[in-house]
């Protein structure tokens, strides 16, 4: 059964391929903001603006959320609501990099300095007489290390 399956085995480009009806539709940058009356029942969509934007301080009457009753809601409102993941504005790429890289430069310059100055073992391992093989079980056990100290 398995060498039959080996025979009749696709190369993996087949399973990796999606099929025409999974595709999505292909919009061209003419028709990006094209109205259509049709679109949801015309309903009316406002802006896509995340609700984070929105000024806190406002009188909002729901202030959770920051809207107003009766506000039509976007039809992404689970993407552009105050639940959804934060959009990060704090720091641009370039310097989030700078940042970083300061870091790493600084934590190996400590692990630099820390290794060359922190002190070797202050004491010599004690080596034992025999190995301490009667006192550790017996004949086939791990014994511990000898006084030349070799294990």
């Not at 809207?67 to 976007?74: D, F, K, M, W």
Request: hydrophobic fraction near 35%; proline fraction near 9%; include cysteine.
């Amino acid at each position: 059964m398995f060498f039959r399956r080996l025979a009749t085995a696709r190369p993996l480009t087949h399973i990796l391929r999606t099929p025409i009806s999974n595709r999505p539709q292909i919009r061209y940058l003419s028709q990006a903001d094209i109205d259509d009356p049709n679109m949801n029942g015309g309903y009316i969509n406002p802006p896509a603006i995340p609700r984070q934007f929105r000024d806190p301080y406002a009188d909002w009457w729901d202030k959770q959320e920051r809207r107003n009753y009766g506000e039509p809601v976007h039809e992404d409102n689970d993407i552009l609501g105050m639940f959804s993941p934060e959009e990060y504005t704090h720091f641009k790429p370039g310097w989030a990099a700078v940042c970083l890289g300061t870091f790493v430069a600084t934590f190996l310059g400590v692990v630099t300095v820390v290794g060359m100055y922190y002190p070797d073992m202050p004491a010599v391992r004690r080596g034992y007489e025999g190995g301490l093989d009667r006192e550790l079980g017996g004949q086939d056990t791990v014994l511990a290390r000898t006084e030349d100290g070799v294990d």
